[in-house]
C-alpha cells in the first residue's frame, strides 16, 4: 500500500500542476513512511513541501490555498497527531463550502495514517475516524488494498470537497497487486469481498484483512462468512451492506475504535431500522475497548482480532 499511494500520488502530481503535498518531514525523507519518496526529487520543493511542525497551520495554509485554486494533500504524520488541527478541520475546513453558499470549492486532502498494529508509544496507533465522520461537510475514506489505496487517492484529489483519508498503517507494507488499467468502485461505494451465506462481516481499513482471516477459520469450521468492506465512512453507502444482511440475516461489525459512539454504532442502528425483518439474531459489534490505546506491549489484548470476531460469529449463529 506504501508504494501503492506513492504511485497515486506521483500520477495526481504529473497530472495537474494545482496539486500540492504538505506535511512533516515528507521531502528529502520521504516522510517516516516513506509514502512521499523522491517526490519532491521529482516535482521540487514548490510541489513537496516540508512544513514546520505545526499540524494547524498546515491545515490553515491548506484552506487559504484551496480558496486560491490549488488543491493542497496535507500529511498527518500520525493518528494521534491531528488533534492540534482539529479546530481548523471541523470549524473552517468542513463549513466554508456552506458558507460560501457552494460558490467556493475547498479540495483539501488529509491523509492519516491510523490504527494499531505496528507496536508504536501512546499517540501513535489511535482511530480517531468517528470525531469526523460527526462532522457535516467532510468526506472520509479507507483504503484496504493497494489496489484501492492507488485509486482511491486520485479520486480524493479530484473531489472538489474536503477528503479525510484514513491510511491503515499497518497495511503499508504487506504485498499486493494494483491494476493500473482499470480504477476500481466509486470513492464512495462499499463492496463484497467474498461472498457467504451465514453471517455478514464488515469492516474497514486494516480490519478487512482479519474479518477474511476470520471468514478462512470458519469455513473451515463449516460456516460460510460474507465479508463487506465499508471503504467510504462517511457518506456510507448502505446497499451492498443492506443487501448482503438481507440474504444472511446476521451481522457482525469490526472496528479498532473505541465501540460507544462510533461508526459501527451508527451502522448497527441503520441496519436495525432499514432491515430489521431480514434479521436474525441482533446486529453485534467487536471494537476496541473503551479506554485508552494501552502500551504497545498490550496492543494484542485492545484490538479485534479473528478470535474475537469469530465469537461474535458464533454469538449470532446461537440466536
Known amino acids: 500500500m506504501a508504494k501503492a499511494l506513492n504511485a497515486g500520488l506521483r500520477k495526481a502530481l504529473a497530472d495537474d500542476p494545482k496539486v500540492l503535498l504538505m506535511g512533516e518531514d515528507i521531502g528529502p525523507l520521504g516522510g517516516v513512511f516513506r509514502i512521499t519518496e523522491g517526490l519532491q526529487a521529482e516535482f521540487g520543493p514548490k510541489r513537496v513541501i516540508d512544513t514546520p511542525l505545526a499540524e494547524s497551520g498546515i491545515i490553515g495554509t491548506a484552506i487559504g490555498l484551496a480558496m486560491r485554486g ?94 479525510m483519508f484514513f491510511e491503515p498503517k499497518s497495511r503499508y507494507w504487506p504485498k499486493g497487486t494494483v491494476d493500473f488499467r482499470a480504477s476500481v468502485a466509486p470513492l464512495h461505494s462499499s463492496r463484497v469481498v467474498r461472498t457467504g451465506t451465514d453471517v455478514t462481516v464488515l469492516g474497514h481499513g486494516a480490519m478487512v484483512s482479519v474479518l477474511l482471516q476470520a471468514a478462512e477459520i470458519a469455513e473451515a469450521e463449516g460456516a460460510s462468512l460474507e465479508v463487506v468492506d465499508l471503504r467510504s465512512l462517511s457518506p456510507i453507502d448502505y446497499r451492498p451492506i443492506l443487501e448482503s444482511v438481507q440474504k444472511t440475516g446476521r451481522l457482525v461489525i469490526a472496528s479498532e475504535a473505541p465501540g460507544f459512539a462510533s461508526i459501527p454504532s451508527e451502522i448497527a442502528a441503520t441496519v436495525a431500522e432499514k432491515a430489521f425483518y431480514s434479521l436474525e439474531a441482533p446486529v453485534l459489534r467487536v471494537t476496541g475497548f473503551d479506554a485508552p490505546f494501552p502500551p504497545a506491549k498490550l496492543e494484542t489484548q485492545y484490538l479485534p482480532d479473528a478470535d474475537r470476531v469469530l465469537e461474535a460469529v458464533d454469538r449470532a449463529l446461537a440466536y
Open 70 to 163: 490549488y488543491r493542497p494533500v496535507v500529511e498527518i504524520q500520525f493518528d494521534g497527531f491531528i488533534f492540534p488541527g482539529f479546530d481548523q478541520i471541523t470549524t473552517q475546513l468542513a463549513k466554508l463550502t456552506n458558507r460560501h453558499e457552494g460558490t467556493q470549492a475547498f479540495p483539501v486532502v488529509i491523509r492519516v495514517p491510523y490504527g494499531g498494529h505496528i507496536g508504536a508509544v501512546e499517540h501513535h496507533q489511535e482511530s480517531p475516524e468517528a470525531y469526523f465522520a460527526h462532522t457535516p461537510g467532510l468526506r472520509l475514506v479507507s483504503p484496504s488494498t493497494p489496489n484501492d489505496a492507488y485509486w482511491m487517492i486520485q479520486e480524493a484529489i479530484r473531489s472538489n470537497d474536503p477528503v
